[in-house]
């Protein structure tokens, strides 16, 4: 049953309804088990809310963060420290000379400490999300050369300007668009770009270019230091964005991949997987076990969850 | 909670303040708004925490769970901010007599519960949240913003109708996260 509309249910919480309205509505309510309390925040936005969107979260903890002296977290191992401790002599100096060079424009870094996907809004309105423990970094004046950089996995919407090339700067690797929307996944073994809509040039430093179309993927091998390219079969490579996992045919060693990348777990299979049916199902914002429990209604196997190791194993 | 981030807030990691402003910074400038009926008031209130919270790092002793110290911390500062104010007008006066002094624990509790529909509005897609927003924070008719946005009423009241949906999915599953681990 379809929810009653925004203006009828603001009329509800109003209390200006007939009774005919508050049956129908109430029954809804019953029907999808609501939680009332809930929906009625959802619908009359008190103030409390209200404010919470008001706030302009990054610039408040720019402004906390001056009043702060706040140590960046090092855990390098010793001559790694070395080496950070040249470099930031070298970009201490390098930036000194830029500084001279230019305005004041800083360096702003978000990470994603969370767990949930954090996103932000850039100053030339394109938007990022990060995904738990990613990183971004832009210049505050992002407007007149749009370069950024970052870690772990993000989903890019940039907005369309021709005159000024949207850059992320990931490892070794430079992902140019002019508007377009890709997600970036880095990790130590490689950078994978894969295409939503539009174009997108993946560059490294060592092995060229290659361009990406809507549909495809691209990615450098960090051993091998290649680039290549591919049409993007997962479903999945943006669920930790959606929420949504799908499987359609899905061989069980792919499940287990997405599931594992999806929950931060690690998935392994035991027993043949020759005879196997492919899987096929939906999930929105599951929960690990509801997918194993679902699972095992169509596919031979059992599970067991420890820890961070899921181990499913088929019987034979 | 985040493992040893007692430990990281004293040793003045930024990834770990960080970590807590992004946690806490919008419910507790809410909650301080319900004592202090003021924006910045509230806001000056959350930020003076932080910088105490880093002031006293070293001493820093949490007996509950680090939350719950952010908001008894955040309550008293705006107690205190109350009186400085020292009441000055007469509705001020009023409300505070009505409504501040023990209502530390509904309070908290509303305040956690709106926060956990603005997370679940955060995550909806931009578009479906514009509309949403527009619809609830600027009271616009489904046929203004159509009229606003250029597109259909219909698929104004679609595209509110998941919102609604996919807010009431999240707002379960954050409960459901809650109460499982």
């Known amino acids: 049953m379809k929810d009653p509309g925004i203006e009828l249910l603001e009329r509800y919480f109003n209390g200006s309804v007939s009774d005919d309205e508050a049956n129908t509505i109430e029954a809804w309510i019953r029907e999808n088990r609501i939680d009332a ?24 903890w720019l402004a906390l963060k001056q009043k702060l002296p706040l140590q960046r977290a090092v855990t390098l191992p010793h001559f790694l420290l070395r080496v950070a401790a040249i470099v930031t002599l070298c970009i201490a100096v390098a930036s000194v000379l830029y500084l001279s060079t230019t305005s004041d424009s800083k360096t702003i870094t978000v990470s994603n ?127 930790w964005k959606t929420g949504i996992l799908e ?29 196997l049916p492919a899987y096929t199902s939906r999930f929105e914002k599951p929960d690990l076990k509801e997918i194993l429990e679902e699972m095992k209604l169509t596919l031979p196997i059992q599970y067991t969850i420890e820890g961070r190791n899921v181990q499913i194993m088929i019987k034979s | 909670m985040t493992p040893g981030l007692i430990e990281r807030l004293k040793s003045g990691d930024e990834s770990a303040y960080r970590y807590l402003f992004d946690q806490y910074y919008a419910p507790l400038t809410s909650f301080a708004f319900r004592f202090t009926r003021s924006y910045e ?22 007996q509950s769970d680090i939350k719950s110290y952010l908001y008894k911390a955040v309550y008293n500062s705006s107690l205190n ?39 679940a509005i955060e995550q909806l897609s931009p578009k479906c949240r514009q509309i949403f927003l527009m619809s609830r924070i600027d009271g616009m008719k489904n046929h203004e913003i159509a009229a606003e946005l250029g597109l259909s009423i219909r698929t104004i009241e679609t595209q509110i109708s998941q919102a609604l949906k996919s807010i009431r999915k999240t707002v379960r599953s954050i409960y459901n996260f809650l109460f499982a681990v």
């Open chain 1, 37 to 60: 309390e809930a929906l009625k925040l959802l619908v009359t936005f008190p103030e409390g809310l209200r404010l919470m969107f008001s706030l302009n979260h990054e610039q408040d």
């Open chain 1, 113 to 239: 400490a969370g767990k949930l996907v954090k996103k932000i809004a850039l100053p030339d309105s394109s938007v990022v999300y990060l995904n738990t423990g990613a990183e971004l970094s832009y210049r505050d004046d992002l407007r007149q050369a749009r370069t950024v950089s970052m870690k772990g996995e993000a989903f890019f919407e940039v907005k369309r300007d021709l005159s000024h090339p949207f850059i992320v700067k990931v490892q070794q690797c430079k992902v140019q668009v002019l508007g377009t929307s890709f997600n970036i996944f880095e990790d130590t073994s490689r950078v994978e770009v894969t295409v939503a809509t539009g174009r997108v040039a993946l560059q490294s430093q060592d092995s060229g270019k290659v361009y990406l179309e809507k549909g495809d993927k691209g990615w450098y091998a960090v051993t091998t230091a290649t680039l290549q390219k591919a049409v993007n079969l997962s479903r999945n490579y943006l669920s």
């Open chain 1, 247 to 275: 499987f359609s045919d899905t061989p069980l060693n792919e499940v287990a991949a997405d599931i594992g990348k999806y929950f931060d777990v690690n998935v392994s299979i035991t027993g043949a997987q020759g005879s």
């Open chain 2, 41 to 62: 008031i509230s806001k000056d209130v959350v930020q003076n925490l932080f910088i105490r919270l880093y002031q006293n790092r070293h001493s820093l002793s949490i």
């Open chain 2, 81 to 119: 901010e109350l009186k400085r104010e020292n009441l000055r007008d007469e509705h001020h006066q009023h409300y505070i007599a009505e409504h501040v002094v023990t209502q530390y624990d509904q309070a908290r509790e509303e305040t956690e519960k709106e926060h956990k529909i603005f997370k």
